[in-house]
């Protein structure tokens, strides 16, 4: 499942041939918002932004294409008129004089206005976007002291969009090894040091996985790596995926465990019970 990293990468390729361009022809899928076609046809983009796993597009005439890319939606972009080969059911087409922007399998897709975006259920429950600029280390770790997070043990909790928006598995796995803390722990029962430091590692683990569309290892580690001839599946992550392999850190062998339904990996070492 795509986490925000990869919503905001996906949202960043279609910013690329939208924006600031007229819509020349709109082609939805999905019945229900058909009648929306002839209102974004001759609009232009003005922005495509995200949040957690939503991606908005904005139209000049004050309406947002919403769309949460869970488990099957993939956002294409193509130069007019190929089109990808793919059994996918086609639900979104934005056209422009040269490029098309296209939304394959997803079933959560609105068009609204700015009244019904302010007002919109998801949205209004979730929490900061992780990639979101102004985020501060200091307001994520405010986050984890709250009365309303403090007591959830932190395996749940980093799957919860209403605490951050955008963390999903993966990121789940790689922020809590990073900053060395077992998964079961709350925040309640740590320093104000450790939770700072899981809150830095919150961040840094985030936005390094977006600047390098999807690696999460240390820049050197990853040269390294690559050097020594790892694919970029095997060089991607500290822990997810790594069952029994070595910890980068530790050489401590890297174990899967099965928390909240989902599956999380650890180094028993590097994130010691207590």
């Known amino acids: 499942?795509?986490?925000?990293?990869?919503?905001?990468?996906?949202?960043?390729?279609?910013?690329?041939?939208?924006?600031?361009r007229p819509i020349a022809e709109v082609t939805f899928g999905l019945p229900a918002l058909q009648r929306f076609e002839r209102l974004l046809t001759?609009?232009?983009?003005t922005g495509v932004n995200t949040r957690g796993k939503a991606m908005l597009t904005r139209f000049d005439n004050g309406l947002t294409l919403y769309s949460h890319n869970q488990l099957y939606g993939r956002w294409y972009t193509t130069r007019r008129p190929s089109f990808p080969k793919t059994n996918r059911s086609l639900r979104v087409a934005l056209h422009t004089e040269r490029h098309s922007a296209l939304l394959y399998s997803a079933s959560?897709?609105?068009?609204?206005?700015?009244k019904q975006l302010s007002q919109h259920a998801f949205l209004g429950r979730i929490g900061p976007d992780i990639l979101a600029p102004e985020l501060?280390?200091?307001?994520?770790?405010?986050?984890?002291?709250?009365?309303?997070?403090?007591?959830?043990?932190?395996?749940?909790?980093?799957?919860?969009?209403s605490f951050l928006a955008g963390i999903g598995n993966y990121l789940r796995s790689e922020i809590l090894w990073a900053a060395g803390v077992?998964?079961?722990r709350k925040p309640a029962d740590l320093s104000s040091a450790k939770r700072n430091r899981i809150a830095r590692n919150t961040l840094q683990i985030s936005r390094r996985s977006y600047r390098t569309r999807g690696v999460t290892v240390?820049?050197?580690?990853?040269?390294?790596?690559?050097?020594?001839?790892?694919t970029y599946r095997q060089r991607r992550f500290w822990v997810f995926g790594r069952e029994g392999l070595s910890c980068h850190r530790c050489d401590?062998?890297?174990?899967?465990?099965?928390?909240g339904g989902r599956n999380i990996f650890v180094c028993s070492s590097c994130q010691p019970a207590d």
Not at 1 to 20: H, N, W
Not at 221 to 229: D, E, F, P, Q
């Open 42 to 45: 001759g609009s232009t983009v």
């Open 182 to 184: 077992e998964p079961s």
């Open 136 to 161: 501060t280390v200091e307001q994520v770790a405010m986050r984890l002291e709250s009365d309303r997070f403090r007591n959830r043990a932190l395996a749940s909790l980093y799957l919860d969009q």
């Open 1 to 20: 499942m795509p986490e925000g990293p990869e919503i905001r990468l996906a949202a960043d390729r279609v910013a690329k041939v939208l924006v600031g």
């Open 252 to 259: 401590t062998p890297i174990r899967r465990r099965s928390m």
């Open 218 to 230: 240390a820049p050197t580690l990853a040269a390294r790596l690559k050097a020594n001839g790892l």
């Open 108 to 114: 959560d897709i609105e068009v609204l206005t700015d």
